[in-house]
């Protein structure tokens, strides 16, 4: 009878144990697919704002040796704060024979977040 007290005793701290370790795995798959939605809705956002600045770059008028364009205005809702653009251009040929590759560059908080290249054509 003595020893069957010991072995209540033992199965019990072996219950918690593995309860805890379920715990721990429960709680670091939570934090990672946080983490990962949190990256998947900043590259949506970047990616949003890259097609509204390509857009706005096919608009401007052809400038001939121009080195870069200036950006679209950035919305000022809270799913943007801290994003903003850049827009580089060179021309294709020298002299600038009216064929420019462009480079968007979207980042947040100054880290890179997507870039793309494109091309601009005098027409």
């Not at 379920?22 to 900043?42: M, N, P, Q």
């Not at 390509?54 to 919305?75: F, H, M, T």
């Not at 947040?108 to 977040?113: G, I, K, N, S, T």
């Amino acid at each position: 009878m003595k020893t069957e007290k010991g072995f209540a005793l033992i199965e019990t701290l072996v219950s918690i144990a593995i309860l805890g370790a379920v715990g721990v795995i429960f709680l670091s798959g939570l934090a990672t697919a946080s983490k990962s939605t949190i990256v998947a809705d900043e590259k949506t956002t970047a990616q949003s704002l890259l097609v509204s600045q390509l857009e706005w770059v096919r608009k401007c008028a052809y400038e001939y040796e121009a080195s870069e364009y200036p950006a679209a205005e950035i919305p000022t809702e809270t799913d943007y704060t801290g994003y903003s653009a850049a827009i580089s251009a060179q021309p294709v040929d020298s002299p600038d024979g009216g064929v420019q590759k462009i480079t968007i560059t979207i980042m947040r908080h100054d880290e890179q977040v997507i870039t793309m290249d494109t091309y601009k054509v005098d027409r």
